[in-house]
């Protein structure tokens, strides 16, 4: 039986490099598979394996003082999901291109959103009303094609290094003095946002502690999410119950999918959203179609 765990830790490393010997040495001992960032805020990790390795893997990193009391979640998957193994050490552990603006301490981030429980979003929406609480994406806009939090403000960025300019704009003044909840898919981009968003005069911050993956085991589909979880493994996508909806619209017949693959001409490999049905169609555009016809 196989898993994969998602786990991150804003916390002081003094040596990164260390830590990335250590880590890369114990995942290929363990023959796990997946993604480690590790920077001087702390450590980011996506990895699948074998259910008896993964709980070593936990097991030793509890080991190391500045991992103490990090949360894993636990997800169904395989090593088979992920490429291969990749140990990296960089400036940022999420890249907002942010690094100068990021201060952290044992206690994670400073000066970053509150957290709150699955349940307290709830309560919060439920007593302020859906005009004080405002949901705010904090992922990429194809992200939340196929899943989001019901009247959720989703920018119009490509990459997450584009938040720092795009909170800035004049447009989400109105928001400034509304309670704010940031969600993504664990977490760890929320811990970042949050605290960017603060230094640009949002005053009332929060993000969901956990993350959407949190949310979704708690209430699958019956609270304020809508739709699929855009996940970057070869999956591709999860919904947490049989009841959740398309929401996506396929880029060809508008038809609702959920349903990502690459545009096949390989010059271009742009990731598109294509029903079942239109799948044999399977390129993002008419230039594309024909591009592959001369070849």
């Known amino acids: 039986m196989e898993k994969v765990i998602l786990y991150y830790k804003f916390s002081p490393i003094s040596d990164p490099e260390a830590v990335r010997l ?30 008896k390795n993964v709980k070593e893997y936990v097991k030793e990193m509890k080991t190391f003082k500045s991992f103490k ?29 942010a690094s100068k603006d990021i201060k952290v301490d044992e206690h994670g981030i400073v000066g970053g959103g509150k957290h709150l429980s699955p349940k307290a979003v709830n309560e919060m929406v439920e ?95 019956k609270g304020y999410w809508d739709g699929s979880l855009y996940i970057f493994d070869k999956r591709m996508t999860q919904k947490f119950s049989e009841e959740a909806k398309d929401i996506g619209s396929c880029i060809h017949c508008h038809g609702k999918t959920s349903n990502f693959e690459n545009c096949i001409n390989k010059t271009c490999n742009k990731l598109i ?4 049905n239109c799948f044999f169609n399977n390129t993002c555009s008419q230039q594309c179609q024909e591009v592959l016809s001369l070849a």
């Open 127 to 221: 007593k302020y009303g859906e005009d004080q609480v405002v949901f705010f994406d904090g992922r990429n806009k194809y992200e939340a094609e196929v899943g989001r939090f019901k009247n959720a403000v989703v920018p119009e960025i490509e990459t997450t290094r584009d938040f720092k300019k795009e909170l800035k704009k004049s447009k989400y003044d109105k928001l400034k003095d509304k309670k704010v909840i940031t969600y993504c898919t664990g977490g760890i981009r929320c811990e970042v946002l949050s605290m960017l968003m603060k230094k640009n005069g949002f005053k009332d911050v929060y993000q969901i502690d956990g993350g959407i993956v949190k949310y979704g085991e708690q209430y699958r589909d």
């Open 273 to 276: 959203l294509i029903c079942k």
């Open 69 to 97: 009391g990090m949360e894993f979640k636990w997800s169904d998957g395989c090593a088979a999901d992920f490429p291969k193994l990749s140990v990296k050490v960089r400036d940022e552990i999420v890249t907002f291109n």
């Open 22 to 51: 250590w880590q890369k040495n114990l995942c290929e001992k363990l023959n796990l598979k997946g993604r480690i960032i590790i920077s001087s805020h702390g450590i980011n990790g996506t990895l699948g394996g074998d259910i």
